[in-house]
């Protein structure tokens, strides 16, 4: 992911026709000021089968679209990187029909969705558990990750087999590893646990989004969320829409970003909502 040395101001006009719902929130927005990185937890979309009276597998292809409409969304508006927690570690607890479905739903998505992703210069990396990927499943991001060439300037990261905890415990490893062979014994920093991380190269979130209105974070980017805001809406993921979206945006940035500081007299000593380049 290349870094901006200058803020990419998002043209409204990207997103093409709107609504009245959304020419109303993009009225309130600052396209300067988006966040950086917006992480996601889709949460919801089996109640929303289960609301509808419908199977579970209508709620997660029903999710998918969402996933389509807030990746154009990002990518339209030049969010520099959005993280989809698409899949968990403790998923595989669900029943074997549902993972095997959610499996073969997430390879479908990825076939059916490369035109779109190219189209909006998209570069996706699929992220899991190092320990715990299969080959299939290995092999069959690695093939989107080549179709996507380095010069793809917005991230797409959905998140497979993943936890957070196992994101660190790897990083940590990792350290290890390199430290015996390199003979060092030095304090370990956290620049370079940074760098052992799935998301190395990318910002932390600024803004991490929950549907379906569950109050926690759910094993998700622990490390990176250290000071992102958190979002959490009662939507369910496929009701999640391009409006929905916005309104999140417009919350995060009525939010004032202190970073364990605390606000001194005027608005001037205040930490932008996104700062470029760093």
Known sequence: MKSHSTISVADPGALGPVTSDEAELLAKLDLARLPRHVAVIMDGNGRW????????????????????????????????????????????????????????????????????????????????????????????????????????????????????????????????????????????TEEEVARHLYTAGLPDPDLLIRSSGEMRVSNFLLWQIAYAEILVTETLWPDFNRARLLEAFVEFQRRERRYGGIREGSSDSEVPARAAGK
């Open 49 to 188: 089968a289960q609301r509808k009276h419908l199977p579970r597998p209508a709620g997660h292809r029903s999710g998918t679209q969402t996933a389509r409409t807030t990746i154009e969304t990002c990518a339209r508006l030049n969010i520099e990187a959005l993280t989809l927690y698409a899949f968990s570690v403790e998923n595989w607890r669900r029943p074997k029909t549902e993972t095997d479905f959610l499996m073969q739903l997430l390879r479908e998505y990825l076939r059916q969705e490369m035109p779109l992703i190219q189209r909006n210069n998209i570069r996706m990396r699929f992220f899991g558990a190092r320990q715990r990927t299969p080959g299939r499943r290995a092999a069959g991001y690695a093939r989107g990750g080549r179709e996507n060439r380095e010069e793809h300037r917005h991230g797409a990261l959905p998140r497979a087999d993943y936890g957070g905890r196992a994101e660190i415990v790897d990083a940590l490893n990792e350290i290890v590893a390199q430290r015996n062979a390199e003979g060092r014994n030095t304090p370990v």
